[in-house]
């Protein structure tokens, strides 16, 4: 059997703002407007040179006439007539676009029991989706895994939701990431930790990255359901205020609890080196 593979119209290269066309290449613009104006000027040519006229005003005649035609004429009518060949470069790159392999990040709770994640993981398969990198943290109902996943071209987030909650994984997540995510976790931690280390004030920005979540003044009024879900993170500083740090719809896990708390500590660190030396 066949597979269909759709090709976009040129129409759907437009700008959503200004509804432009991309700038077609120079060579293909060219033979555009050679075809739409020859016959043109062709009968233009054979009309004037017909005439009885004096050679400088048929010189002038037509140089005007070839000018207004490819101005008015031309150019325009040849990028209607020849769109989808003026196009075709720009329409090929669409469509290894729609078919290229695209990164996701998923996170879902899943049994801590012999052979839930297989399970999960032919789910997957189904939809030729390849595992990049996983890591794995218990919590009270289970084990939540994080993935970082290849699909090809053309799965939705809502096709990788469903095919995670079909193979056992419960309050399932996703969301686009990009390469970045393939750096392993402790890496990622290693990383932050020396930023901190080098500057103690990077802590709020460092464990909001660590956690992919979003940091929040410490005053803000925060829904009761979101601390019960587990959603809100509160990590004691080295100064006065909190660190208060948010994922909505993805809750906290002890570990990543203890990854902030430990982060803080460093920060805390040093701080107080920094005082006993400038004390000194």
Not at 27 to 45: G, K, Y
Not at 166 to 176: D, I, K, L, S, T
Request: hydrophobic share 50%.
């Amino acid at each position: 059997m066949s597979t269909f593979t759709h090709t976009p119209p040129p129409s759907e290269l437009a700008c959503d703002v200004c509804g432009r066309f991309p700038e077609p290449p120079r060579i293909r613009l060219t033979l555009a407007n050679v075809a739409a104006m020859l016959p043109v000027e062709l009968v233009v040519h054979a009309l004037v040179v017909g005439t009885g006229w004096p050679l400088p005003v048929k010189v002038a005649l037509l140089a005007v006439t070839a000018t207004a035609l490819v101005i008015w004429v031309a150019e325009p009518g040849a990028r209607r007539l020849f769109r989808a060949w003026l196009h075709a470069p720009a329409l090929r790159k669409r469509r290894q676009l729609d078919v290229a392999p695209s990164l996701w990040r998923a996170r879902a709770t899943l049994p801590d029991t012999p052979g839930a994640l297989e399970h999960l993981t032919h789910g997957l398969a189904r939809l030729q989706v390849n595992i990049l990198a996983i890591q794995a943290q218990p919590v009270r109902s289970g084990v939540v895994d994080e993935f970082v996943l290849s699909a090809p071209g053309g799965i939705t987030e809502q096709d990788l939701v469903e095919a995670l909650s079909r193979g056992g994984g419960e309050a399932a997540r996703v969301w686009p990431t990009t390469p970045l995510a393939l750096v392993d976790g402790p890496t990622l931690a290693l990383s932050l930790a020396s930023r901190v280390a080098a500057a103690p004030a990077e802590l709020p920005y460092a464990a909001a990255e660590l956690l992919s979540a979003q940091r929040v003044p410490a005053d803000r009024s925060i829904p009761d359901a979101w601390h019960a879900a587990r959603t809100v993170l509160k990590v004691p500083t080295p100064w006065d205020a909190p660190l208060v740090l948010i994922r909505p719809g993805v809750p906290f896990t002890p570990a990543e609890e203890a990854r902030a708390v430990r982060l803080a500590e460093l920060a805390e660190v040093v701080e107080r080196g920094a005082g006993r030396l400038t004390g000194a």
